[in-house]
């Protein structure tokens, strides 16, 4: 029986014959060097004297549809270059368990959701372009669409922005790490995200930047002291935890890095997606600082916490006005009222969001980084999206515990298998991915790519909690001290100023 990952929306038997492949010659098609390159060098076969692979275009079809039929040629329709790469996705899979025995079938499918994401962490640890094109190469595999790239972080800066030098030759470097006192640092420059969107877009995939605002900005801070409540020199973060220390948004010169930063964001990633963070956002500077109070009082507002939503919306305008849609975490919010209901959201929990558009990015099931024991391969693939305006689904990793490409396909695999077969099929349960498991390691294994095994990826009750402690431990080891130092001093600077 053909096993698929994701799950095609139809399979049809045609007759009790069976074919083999041992040459391939493609046909005429839409298809950019790299999708071509990848499905040949994948298949390893000798070219054919006649084209056996013949792709015919059906205006019929949605963007990403196609069909398959196997036979003596094979025969692929589509209406777009996506529709035929997602359909050489699903051949690579029939070729690599049946090549000489193939069924005589018909596979027509589509995905359910248009956003399927893949979020990679490079704030924390910075990946590599090769690396990120391995990523890219995964997500093609799972017919993911949107490489979601989380750049700006409390431990590191990780893009070029000519106005603003000082965010990457500062910015990019932290002087230790968690678990070792090595120097971390890297940063892409403009060149370097020009090949990542080229490269992405070889696959039809589209890329998402993060520019996380108002928190998580203690690289920017460290780069430019002025950009907080209190200006003072700070270090770019060398642990992880929530930073007390976030942009100012009472300044009129913070409003202003951010627009500029967010123009040279806009030139580089030409895509309909930005994502603006407007997660873990402290109140403690804003409460105390001059400028901000200022701000809110102007604006009529009574909190901290309403003053970051009039910054989410501004932010969320300034992005549609230049033709995006923006997206912000749904992160420990428990009321949305206040934000603007075309800001979408990254939504991490099962909170009613009415008509909001949003992409399912659930902590219980989709935060790939957080241990098995957590989140097992059964939580994954049993998780059923959200109900309201889910626009689709995207795997999270956070890199805190993510130093390098190993570890990333530890975490990742099998539970983005999961996450790529509910955002292409709309659906998947334990009961139906569990039989294609073995199937599909075999798959990662031939495509290279690393993996937890079945005792890790469903642990036992024991191998779980030791997972979970491991974690717990080690967060436990950073969170907390340095904050409450630190609000010390701000406390007794705020009062001499007043
Ligand atoms: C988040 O997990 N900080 C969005
Ligand atoms: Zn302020």
Redesign the pocket.
Known sequence: MLKLIPQPQKIEKLSDETFSITTITLGKNDLSNNAVEDFLSFCSLPASETENIIFISDCSLCEEEYSIETGKEIKILSNSASGQLYALQTLKQIIFQCKDNIPHIRITDKPAYKFRGFMLDVGRYFFSVDDVKKIINRMVLHKLNVLHLHLTEDQGWRVEIEKYPLLTKIGSERKKTNFNHKPHGGFYTKQDIKEIVDYAHSFSIKVMPEFDIPGHSRAAIASYNDLTCFPRPLPVADHWGVKHDVLCVGKESTIQFVYDVLDEFFEMFPDEYIHIGG??VPKHRWDLCPACNAKREELGLKTSDALQFWFMNQIKDYCKEHGKQAFM?S?ELEDDSLLDTDLGFTK?GDMDTKNRPFIDTSTKANYIDLPYGYISLKDTANHKVYSGNALGVEAAL?TEYVPHMKKADIMSFPRTGCIAETGWNGNCSWDSFSNKLNYYYSYLDKNNIKYAKPNKANSNKLRAKLSILLFERRQLAWEGLHNIFDDKKIEKLAKQNR
Do not use: L, N, T
């Open positions: 997660d873990e975490w992160w991490c956070w």
